[in-house]
């Protein structure tokens, strides 16, 4: 997890001083500067600069994989990695719930009353879904 925390940050250093280049050489022309472009470049740091602070911020306190190793085999990372869900029909309904929900920007926003219900639903069934039923922890 080290070296992908390295890995983001330099991302982001690199992005960084593109958005700052295309800010400037965008301005430089008679039309003024490209807000679009410069705007998404700065976002793209922004974003390159959280995942690359969360990734370095976490491998300080997590064990080290052997993907910080470099003398490490492949099957140094075998193992049980967690706990996944068999089966779960909790996205089918927060699929639904979004189509609806898009569907609501283009026809009207009427549509979102009924959308709203459904992502609720969907997301209270996926976050509480082994707390009841058949897949409930014991």
């Not at 929900?101 to 879904?129: K, N």
Request: hydrophobic content about 55%; charged content about 10%; some cysteine.
């Amino acid at each position: 997890m080290k070296e992908q925390g390295k890995i983001f940050l330099g991302l982001a250093v690199f992005v960084l001083a593109m958005a700052i280049t295309y800010g400037l050489w965008t301005n430089s022309s008679d039309l003024g500067i490209e807000a679009a472009g410069t705007t998404a470049l700065f976002l793209a740091f922004s974003l390159c600069a959280f995942i690359g602070y969360y990734l370095a911020f976490t491998a300080r306190r997590v064990d080290s994989g052997a993907g910080d190793n470099p003398e490490a085999e492949v099957a140094d990372d075998s193992g049980e990695l967690g706990f996944f869900a068999p089966h779960s029909w909790q996205p089918l309904s927060l699929a639904l719930g979004g189509a609806l929900a898009f569907l609501g920007v283009i026809f009207g926003w009427w549509l979102m009353f009924w959308a709203a219900p459904i992502i609720a639903i969907g997301i209270f069934g996926w976050v509480f879904e082994f707390y009841r039923g058949e897949n409930q922890n014991q």
